[in-house]
């Protein structure tokens, strides 16, 4: 692990804890060519401080993205916009498209490896992690991004979330966001046995009922924890054992020792 962002949007949050790092909620970064909706500035913020903290070759980076259901802000203006008959806009369906923000960002940073996006409604963590570990076998990538996003809940967004329980046969409750906030965190990875400060390797399932963040399927609390795990190893030094969800794949991260 080399770097971690945070930022939040319209939560609610408070002031930053001094103990964890924990971010408040910021304004809302202006990003050209991205309107209305939080998701690709807050995507492009928690990347551009990763990628700022620390430079590489872009040749040889990666970028993952992980969300749940994408720019569902965008996409629902894009939808009102339709059916009440205004004129399409093709900038709204361009940025509802989650790989937009990625292609902005690879072109910032010089970034040509692969980029992805990903949707899930197991752990994004453990989604991401295993990604970034199939990437990095490629030996013309020493780094990968990866990164989560996700909305609040829209009335639309609630009907989605209903069929996605119906389908799956789990509950999956709306995300307690109001409509108009957003979250996003991002790792910033590189080759095991580099030279990081802090190391994450998978260990055993932790089969425990109440473990783990506790946040909705699809939720990207994970990646909040995690930062919050490699801000606090930064500065104590030690192990942590992170554990996502229950009975899923767990972590240990673990400071590098001089």
Known sequence: MLATATA????????????????????????PGFVESAFSPLAFEVSRQCLTEQPGDG????????????????ADLASQRMVSGRVHNPLLFMQATANAVLGYTSQEFGITGQTFSLSTLDDPVAELLAMADLLLED?????????GVELGGSERLAVMYQVLAADSGRPVPVPDLPETAGLAAAVLLGRPGGEAPVSVRS?????????????????????????????RLLRDGGSHLLVTEPRSPAFILTAATE
């Open 139 to 147: 030996p013309e990538l020493d780094r990968v991004l990866v990164l």
């Open 8 to 31: 939040t949007h319209g939560t609610g949050r408070s002031e930053p804890d001094e103990a964890t790092g924990a971010h408040a909620d910021i304004p809302l970064p202006r990003l």
């Open 203 to 231: 260990a055993e399932a932790y089969d425990a009922d109440g473990a783990g963040a506790g946040g909705h399927p699809g939720s990207i609390q994970g990646l909040f924890d995690l930062a919050a795990a490699h801000r």
């Open 59 to 74: 040749a040889r980076t990666a970028v993952v993205l992980a969300t749940l259901m994408g720019d569902t802000t965008t």
